[in-house]
Nanobody, 112 residues
């Protein structure tokens, strides 16, 4: 089970940190990612982190967002800085071994 938290409303230029707690398993068994879905748009990948620690960011968030994980706490994080109105979306964490099998319920981020 994946449970996100940390969403909210911020002004442009602000920051938020999202968390995703994994229960029932250990985070280091999976590759993890953050996705987002804005109103009227398709879900898009934001950033992924693989079991070897390598990462892959969408161009739109490079240099502003940082993914990290705490294996001891079984938690995935997304530090979002210099937020823009275009970052407004529901953010989801996802986990998998072959495709993203497990999804959280989402947390709303609003930048205005």
């Amino acid at each position: 089970q994946l449970v996100e938290s940390g969403g909210g409303s911020v002004q442009p230029g602000g920051s938020l940190r999202l968390s995703c707690v994994i229960s029932g398993s250990t985070i280091n068994r999976y590759y993890m990612a953050w996705f987002r879905q804005a109103p009227g748009k398709e879900r898009e990948g934001v950033v992924a982190i693989f079991t070897d620690g390598s990462t892959m960011y969408a161009d739109s968030v490079k240099g502003r967002f940082t993914i990290s994980k705490d294996n001891a706490e079984n938690t995935l994080y997304l530090q979002m800085n210099t937020l823009e109105p275009e970052d407004t979306a529901v953010y989801y964490c996802a986990a998998g071994r072959s495709g993203f099998t497990y999804w959280g319920q989402g947390t709303q981020v609003t930048v205005s």
